[in-house]
Structure formats: structure tokens, C-alpha cells
């Protein structure tokens, strides 16, 4: 037994702790100093550690695991509760009952605002347009977002506001979507992740009027998505993609005291970023650098997403002779840019969903290889949904980083009579989220939830990852791609920290380490899977610090 020269500040007892470290992969108790892990062993030994001063907390033998770091999260884009929330409104006649309802509670807006558009809502597979939402908003502009992010859908009245016409389609937020027949703007907008979440294109809908896009709008979202994230075990959260006009969220919510869990901030890279940016990316990545929020991966788009038939697919969309997307970048180009950002030291976080777009990122991280030499980049495909078996082992051998979002793979979400497992087509469907092929390959997996794309509690991705089942149950969607329940945990914990270069601090409960750990509710390691979702997060710590339960 090792005998503490001074007590501990904390001491946690009476547990079951799965440490996620090989070296000492159980144990009961954990002592702590100055916020960091001293002393892990036995209970019996654990009195040494104990002073009059010393915080005791008795798991009641429950299941203790690092906290766990999720690898994407949108927090800033969050949950708004100034929109209509359509999650779950299956029909065009929900989505009309929604808006009404809002717009009975709000007579005087001047916009209507929503969000979590699904886009199986509109009959026929088609994608909505200002005339589905015109007899519901008349002359309100109207201002709808997709669930996930990657579009936008507005009435007549927002058109005119937005600058929408048949002659300015290409917008400083997206691209605007025209009739084939009269070439008029249709009001659906693509893009929208990756130019409406620019910095130009967030500046544009802010002086344009949106609400949405308000600074104190964010930072509510912001503030909000933090609450969910500490009560959820989420004790670092990697934020993808945000501009430099974002950081003044983050250090406002650490200078307020709602900043709990740790930040790890991407800067988005999209087309026409220029040396002079990224030397102001450099400067950002060297002012936040501590251990609350840390800035310096890029992220960048290669393909959008599968549902509007945006992603790049090798072979055609289901029922398409020809088309199968594009990438947003030449092959060429893209691979020469990510040799220049490879080259500066920045580590890509590159968005790839269908698999030419996917097979596009692995072949330019290999030149960028070839031609800067091998070194430890930890470049990550972001997604992974749909990957052809020929290029899966190449993200170990690259040394590549797969980040994945277990619940995308959901039945309900993307499976059969979904638009992503249609628009694919049952051919490909063992292209689907292929989480066991890649980790049986040796890739490293860092799994995370893509709030608010889908729910932020990771015993929802750690369900879907193990079972591939629905929420509520039923039959499972290619289990062949299922993994272990300690994988998933691994992925949510140690793959995600080194993924993000935090192995070192994070990830898992080893002396030295940072003092960040849950409790649980239930054993998840040893429950039926069927009730890995019910279970809570009872304590969750901080660098010692008790954050959350208690």
C-alpha cells in the first residue's frame, strides 16, 4: 500500500471502476490530488488516503468510468427553444400542425424559426419546397433547418428577405436549389453546413435579420448544450467546426462559470481560406491552449450527406443512372490541400460520408504521406457511413482516425424505408457504418453523438454501437457491424482521447491522469443491453471537482 504524504482532496470508494487502462484494468477506489489521479487500488487501502478534510464519495459499489469525451458535438448549435422543434413530426401535415401551433403562441413574430426537420416528412422522396410551408407561414418569413444541419428550407416571404431569386442562387449560405422546368428558386437550400456555419455566411444571415443566426441566440444554445453535456458524463466535448468569431463564446461561458466540461475547438477551413488565415488559426490554437479549452484541429467538407443525395458514392444513387454526388473539392486539389495543411502541423478533421468521398480524404491523406513524410497527424474521417471494404484497412495503415456517430446507424434513423438506407440501396447496405470491420482492422474508432444531429447521451450511441436495434427495440439492422460494449466505452473514452492527442491526460483512470469520471447508474458492462439506455449518470467529476450529482 502506498501512504499518502498529505490526504487527498477526494477519494472515491466502494467501487466497481473500469479504468480503461490495461496496466490495472479494475479497481475500487481512487484517490485525488490537486485535481489529478494519485493513487488508484483497493478499498482496503484507501484509508491512507483519507483525511479530516478529505471528500468521501461512496459509489455503492456502482460501475465508475473515465468521463467520457465525445469526439463531435455541435454544442454551439445546440437546441433552440425560440424554434419550432419538428424532431420526430413524420408527416408534412405534423410539420404544418407544429408551425400553426408556434405561431398560435407567438402572434406578433416576425420570423418563424425551426429545426430538426426530418427529411422522410415530405411524400414521394422529394425535398420540400417554399410552397409545403407557404399556407402554414404566409407572409412570415420562414426559416426551417434539417436536422442535420446540412440544409435549409424557407418560404416565399423568406426568400425575398434572404435575397433569394432565379438571379442569386449562389449565396454567401448555400446554395439555392431551382426548379428544372422554370429555373426558379425552389426554397430549398444545400450547403448549408458547410457555407451557412462559415464565418461569411454566418455574418451574412446576421445582417440579413436572422434571429437564429443573433449572437446571444448562440451562446444560448451554447449554454444549454453545456448543461446536457455535464449531466450526460460528457467531460471533454470536441466542438467540430466553428470560425474564429465563435472562441468569444466559449471564453465568455468559462468566464461565467458554465464552461464544466472541457472544450476542444476545431476551426472550419472552407473553400478560400487563405495562408493568412491559417496563420490566424495558428495564433488562436497558441492563445487557447490550456486544459478547459484548447483550440487547433481544421475541419473541412469533402461530401455532404446521403439523404438529399449530396454525398459522393463510387457507383450511382439507388434507382440514378447516372448520379452519384460530388465532392466538393477535385481529388487533385484536395489532395494537394491537405499536403499544405499536413506540412503546417494541422491534424484535419475531414467530413466523408459516402464512400467516394471517403476513399477521396484516405487517398490524399497518402500523398500527403508520400510527400511530407510519415508522421503522427491523426487526420480523422468524420462519419464513415458508408465505406467500401477495400479501403478499410487503410485507416490503420494510414494511421487515420475513424469518427463515428453509433445512433446515424440506427434502423429508425437510417435503415430500411429510411432515405439514407434507399437512397443507398440494399446492395451497398453492408457499406453501413461498419464499426466492428474497421476495429477488427486495427483502425482506431473514436465514437461520439453529433448533437444535435442526433440524442447527445452517449448510453444511446453505446446501445446502438452494441445492438443495432431501435431505441425502443425490435430487430437489429447489419449486426454483423456490432461491437462489444467495452469497445464502445473504449471508443467514448480512450479512442476519443487520443484521437484529439489528450491520451496523456484522458481517456482513462491512471495515475497522473486528470480526475474525470462518472458513476453510473446501472453496470452497463454487465446488463442486458436493452437497458444500457435507461441508465443515468449519477456523479460525474471533473478535475476533481464534483459537477454534476454527488
Known amino acids: 500500500m502506498a501512504i499518502a504524504a498529505h490526504p487527498a482532496h477526494l477519494v472515491l470508494r466502494n467501487a466497481r471502476i473500469h479504468t480503461v487502462d490495461p496496466a490495472l484494468p479494475e479497481a475500487q477506489a481512487m484517490a485525488v490530488v490537486d485535481g489529478r489521479i494519485a493513487w488508484i487500488g483497493s478499498d482496503k487501502d484507501a484509508q491512507g488516503w483519507t483525511g ?18 465525445d469526439a463531435h458535438n455541435h454544442v454551439r448549435l445546440g437546441s433552440d427553444d425560440a424554434c419550432v422543434q419538428l424532431s420526430g413530426a413524420r408527416t408534412l401535415d405534423e ?9 398560435t403562441s407567438h402572434p406578433d413574430a416576425e420570423w418563424i424559426e425551426a ?15 417554399a410552397g409545403d410551408l407557404d399556407p402554414v407561414t404566409g407572409d412570415v418569413p420562414t426559416f426551417v433547418l434539417s436536422y442535420d444541419v446540412h440544409t435549409a428550407w424557407v418560404n416565399t416571404a423568406a426568400m425575398r428577405r434572404l435575397g433569394i431569386d432565379r438571379d442569386h442562387t449562389g449565396l454567401p449560405f448555400g446554395e439555392a436549389a431551382t426548379d428544372s422546368t422554370t429555373g426558379e428558386p425552389t426554397g430549398f437550400i444545400t450547403d448549408f453546413a458547410v457555407k451557412g456555419l462559415s464565418r461569411d455566411g454566418h455574418r451574412a ?13 448562440q451562446y444560448g444554445r451554447l449554454t444549454k448544450s453545456l448543461d446536457d453535456a455535464i449531466g450526460f458524463g460528457i467531460t471533454t466535448v470536441v466542438e467540430p467546426q466553428n470560425s474564429l468569431d465563435d472562441l468569444a463564446l466559449f471564453a465568455r461561458a ?9 472544450i476542444v475547438a476545431a476551426l472550419f477551413h472552407p473553400r ?7 496563420d490566424d488559426f495558428a495564433a488562436a490554437a497558441r492563445r487557447y491552449a490550456d486544459d478547459r479549452i484548447r483550440v487547433g484541429p481544421l475541419k473541412l467538407y469533402i461530401d455532404d450527406v446521403v439523404e438529399p443525395r449530396t454525398a459522393a458514392l463510387l457507383e450511382p444513387y439507388a434507382g440514378c443512372r447516372h448520379h ?6 477535385p481529388p487533385e486539389e484536395f489532395a494537394s490541400l491537405l499536403t499544405k495543411l499536413d506540412a503546417r502541423g494541422f491534424q484535419c478533421f475531414v467530413h466523408a460520408t459516402g464512400d467516394r468521398g471517403i476513399r477521396t480524404v484516405l487517398d490524399a491523406v497518402e500523398h500527403a504521406r508520400a510527400v511530407n513524410g510519415p508522421r503522427d497527424a491523426r487526420h480523422q474521417v468524420v462519419h464513415v457511413e458508408c465505406l467500401d471494404p477495400d479501403d478499410t484497412p487503410r485507416f490503420a495503415a494510414l494511421g487515420v482516425v475513424a469518427c463515428m456517430q453509433p445512433r446515424h446507424s440506427a434502423p429508425e434513423v437510417a435503415g430500411p424505408g429510411k432515405d439514407w438506407a434507399e437512397n443507398i440501396g440494399v446492395g451497398r447496405w453492408h457499406k453501413a457504418w461498419p464499426l466492428r470491420s474497421l476495429h477488427t482492422a486495427g483502425a482506431l474508432l473514436a465514437l461520439s453523438s453529433d448533437w444535435n444531429v442526433a440524442e447527445m447521451d452517449p448510453m444511446i450511441g453505446i446501445y446502438t454501437a452494441v445492438t443495432r436495434r431501435p ?19 473504449h471508443g467514448y473514452t480512450m479512442g476519443s482521447a487520443y484521437a484529439n492527442f489528450l491520451e496523456h491526460e484522458r481517456g482513462s483512470l491512471t495515475v497522473g491522469k486528470a480526475a474525470d469520471f462518472v458513476v453510473l447508474s446501472r453496470d452497463i458492462l454487465r446488463a442486458a443491453p436493452e437497458d444500457i439506455p435507461g441508465t443515468v449518470v449519477e456523479t460525474v467529476v471533473v478535475a476533481g471537482l464534483v459537477e454534476h450529482g454527488g
Not at 52 to 69: E, S, W, Y
Not at 206 to 217: C, E, K, N, V, Y
Not at 272 to 278: A, E, F, I, Y
Not at 324 to 329: K, L
Open 52 to 69: 479530516p478534510d478529505t471528500r468521501v464519495i461512496d459509489a455503492g459499489g456502482k460501475l465508475v468510468l473515465p468521463g467520457f469525451i
Open 95 to 103: 410539420v404544418h400542425a407544429r408551425i400553426r401551433a408556434w405561431r
Open 115 to 129: 429545426e430538426a426537420f426530418d427529411y422522410s416528412a415530405i411524400p414521394g422522396g422529394r425535398m420540400p419546397t
Open 205 to 217: 444571415l446576421q445582417t440579413l435579420g436572422l434571429p437564429w443566426a443573433s449572437p446571444d441566440r
Open 254 to 262: 468559462r468566464a461565467e462559470g458554465r464552461l464544466r466540461s472541457r
Open 272 to 278: 478560400g481560406t487563405t495562408d493568412s488565415d491559417l
Open 324 to 329: 452519384r454526388g460530388d465532392t466538393f473539392y
Open 471 to 489: 431505441l425502443g427495440g425490435g430487430e437489429p439492422w447489419m449486426r454483423q457491424e456490432t461491437i462489444s460494449v467495452e469497445a464502445a466505452v
